[in-house]
């Protein structure tokens, strides 16, 4: 099949969504299909896939996805493809797979994701005045209110039911698909002094317990929720790892104000979050939404135990206990720490990690692969 692939930005290092779309092109690829990348811009060439650039210069940030959208629909208009499938709302496309949730649901309710009421009311406010926010849900609603609406493809249960919330699209409009893991990069047995490495580059010890979080939105993600919990669990051998790019200050002053600053980690971001599993014992992220967090996923796939939540929809495929903690609340801190507590235990730990290096043949993106094609398929 002739596809485009169509995401704003193709940089892995931006978030799972970009991870996912960078490492489904060369996959596809791979299977012999013939794919264009369509991006805004993009980290670095992917083997036997075209990138065309979908050029965007105006200068806000609604201007450029304007833009884009219109760059969009000049390649669909100048090229026939068998399949067109998006990762944000585009004017037109035969699959939707919105990996951070619905547009129309992050504007009428993602200040719902705040922890504190000040923050929610201030996030609603922000939400009613942003224009991009805007104007992904108003593409999004045309496109899924259409007569043709594209199929669209929900990562989990979680958020199949909040698509029926805002859309009453048929069945055969639906499909779920939960993410996939390239096993080969993700692969525990692989590269084992790196565990060293990276320990000794942060100045760990190897008797630290630590725990690993790793993210884009560290608000939404629940950084906050676990400092407060590395705080309460008083294990002074426990280290808590914080990967991403986002600005720690807030965080650096939090884990001060509790004491605990040297057991904070803040390493900035990555171009290879392997490693960083390989040098934690266990994943935290008590997050308050994730459709399938893409992290939780590559953490069960390196054989570390996870905490998270049951507003994550990675979480379907854990057990509670078996591989980690699924929270009910992601504002419980007291149970959030007493999970933490739980995995700073050596045998519990192990027994865990075993079962979720099980998990791995459940995750492998092969069969992610066949799965999305017979979608294709239906959708053609």
Same mark, same amino acid.
């Given at each position: ?197 990276? $320990? ?44 991403? *790019? ?31 599993? $390989? ?8 997050? $308050? ?81 066949? $799965? ?7 959708? *053609?």
């Amino acid at each position: 099949m002739k596809i485009a692939l169509v995401i704003l930005h193709a940089d892995p290092r931006r978030g799972g969504a970009e991870r996912y779309t960078v490492d489904l092109a060369a996959a596809l690829s791979a299977a012999g299909h013939n794919v264009d990348l369509l991006a805004a811009d993009a980290a670095g060439p992917i083997p036997s896939v075209r990138t065309v650039f979908a050029h965007s210069g105006a200068l806000t940030r609604a201007g450029r996805y304007g833009q884009f959208l219109e760059s969009v629909d000049r390649q669909l208009e100048a090229e026939s493809y068998d399949i067109v499938h998006a990762m944000l709302p585009v004017n037109r496309c035969d699959i939707y797979h919105p990996h951070a949730g619905l547009a129309l649901a992050a504007l009428l309710r993602g200040h719902e994701k705040r922890s504190s009421a000040v923050m929610s009311r201030l996030s609603q406010i922000g939400n009613q005045l942003n224009r991009r926010r805007r104007r992904f849900a108003a593409v999004e609603r045309q496109l899924l209110t259409r007569s043709d609406a594209p199929v669209v493809i929900c990562l989990s249960d979680y958020v199949k039911q909040s698509i029926a919330e805002y859309y009453p699209l048929p069945s055969d409009r639906l499909a779920t698909l939960f993410n996939a893991v390239d096993l080969d990069k993700f692969n525990p047995a692989d590269r084992p002094q790196s565990r060293r490495d990276v $320990r000794e580059r942060l100045g760990l010890a190897a008797s630290d317990r630590v725990a690993l979080f790793m993210a884009q939105d560290f608000a939404r993600k629940g950084l906050a929720a676990a400092i407060d919990a590395v705080a309460l669990v008083c294990e002074p051998a426990l280290r808590l790892i914080v990967v991403g *790019k986002e600005s720690p200050a807030q965080y650096i002053r939090q884990a001060a104000s509790r004491g605990i600053a040297s057991q904070i980690i803040f390493a900035g971001s990555t171009d290879d979050p392997a490693d960083y599993y $390989r040098a934690a014992d266990f994943f935290v992220l008590p997050t $308050r939404h994730d459709p399938c967090s893409l992290v939780v996923l590559e953490a069960l796939a390196m054989g570390l135990p996870v905490i998270s939540t049951i507003r994550n929809g990675a979480c379907e495929i854990m057990q509670n206990g078996v591989h980690g903690a699924v929270l009910p609340d992601p504002n419980d801190i007291p149970a959030l720490a007493a999970s933490i507590r739980e995995l700073c235990d050596d045998a519990k730990r192990a027994a865990m990690s075993q079962a979720c290096l099980s998990l791995r043949p459940r995750l492998d993106m092969s069969g992610h692969l066949d $799965r999305l094609l017979a979608i294709y398929e239906n959708a *053609k």
